[in-house]
């Protein structure tokens, strides 16, 4: 169920699992698009609401990425701030009788401020999607950001955006946050080899880390209900 496609008074949440996707509007290589993070979020958590039936809620669009404001057309938000929107989004859907708030993330540069709410909130639960996917449809053991992992997942969930003639294979076997600013591991904005990504790569890792988050869901209802 696609809230923001909905009159309010066919919206309830009431007693249920609310799903929210979290991404960021930043650089992705020369061949993916700047929505990227959030793109995929919404596209995964919406496989799961098909799946289980659970309210899917808007995706929030933008996150903290101070790391990659080195590559124009980023955006990033404060910690702060992020913090602030995630407990006033989760706080208006438990005032609405919401079992939790479970978010489907999509931005690593998001895990502080979501961690952060986690310790502060009852029942906000969150995932980095990417932690779930399965390695073993990998040809590559790193990369981090525009990589086969997430280059292959974009060519299936959205192959229409993906410039298949623009991937490359840049950056190095690092920590990205050993680094203050991105474009100092990495010319083109790519951590990783997304030469080798396929949409076939993509289907099965999506349909891995729906399930799981599925089953994530179901836990919550059992927990809560």
Same mark, same amino acid.
């Given at each position: 169920?696609?809230?923001?496609?909905?009159?309010?008074?066919?919206?309830?949440?009431?007693?249920? =699992?609310? &799903?929210?996707? %979290?991404?960021? @509007?930043?650089?992705? /290589?020369?061949?993916?698009?700047?929505? +990227?993070?959030?793109?995929?979020?919404?596209?995964?958590?919406?496989?799961?609401?098909?799946? @289980?039936?659970?309210?899917?809620?808007?995706? %929030?669009?933008?996150?903290?990425?101070?790391?990659?404001?080195?590559?124009?057309?980023?955006?990033? &938000?404060?910690?702060? +701030?992020?913090? !602030?929107?995630?407990?006033?989004?989760?706080?208006?859907?438990?005032?609405?009788?919401?079992?939790?708030?479970?978010?489907?993330?999509?931005?690593? /540069?998001? !895990?502080?401020?979501? /961690?952060?709410? @986690? #310790?502060?909130?009852?029942?906000?639960?969150?995932?980095?999607?990417?932690? &779930?996917?399965?390695?073993?449809?990998?040809?590559?053991?790193?990369?981090?950001?525009?990589? #086969?992992?997430?280059?292959?997942?974009?060519?299936?969930?959205?192959?229409? &955006?993906?410039?298949?003639?623009?991937?490359?294979?840049?950056?190095?076997? +690092? !920590?990205?946050?050993?680094?203050?600013?991105?474009?100092?591991?990495?010319?083109?904005?790519?951590?990783?080899?997304?030469?080798?990504?396929?949409?076939?790569?993509?289907?099965?890792? =999506?349909?891995?880390? =729906?399930?799981?988050?599925?089953?994530?869901?179901?836990?919550?209802? !059992?927990?809560?209900?």
């Amino acid at each position: 169920m696609k809230a923001w496609e909905l009159p309010y008074p066919e919206v309830d949440v009431e007693g249920d =699992v609310v &799903l929210v996707p %979290v991404g960021s @509007t930043e650089q992705h /290589g020369p061949h993916l698009p700047l929505g +990227t993070d959030h793109m995929i979020a919404t596209e995964i958590a919406l496989r799961v609401s098909e799946e @289980t039936g659970a309210p899917l809620y808007p995706a %929030v669009p933008y996150g903290v990425s101070k790391h990659h404001m080195g590559f124009p057309a980023t955006v990033s &938000l404060r910690t702060e +701030t992020m913090i !602030e929107l995630l407990r006033d989004i989760h706080r208006s859907l438990l005032y609405h009788g919401a079992l939790c708030t479970f978010v489907v993330n999509g931005h690593g /540069g998001n !895990e502080p401020a979501l /961690g952060a709410v @986690t #310790e502060e909130e009852e029942r906000f639960h969150w995932v980095s999607w990417w932690k &779930l996917a399965p390695t073993d449809v990998l040809e590559t053991d790193w990369g981090g950001h525009a990589d #086969e992992l997430e280059t292959s997942v974009a060519m299936y969930l959205f192959p229409e &955006l993906v410039k298949e003639g623009e991937v490359v294979r840049d950056g190095r076997p +690092t !920590e990205v946050w050993e680094y203050p600013d991105f474009h100092e591991i990495s010319e083109t904005g790519v951590k990783g080899d997304a030469t080798v990504a396929s949409p076939e790569k993509g289907k099965k890792i =999506v349909e891995s880390v =729906v399930e799981k988050i599925s089953g994530i869901v179901e836990e919550l209802r !059992e927990r809560y209900g």
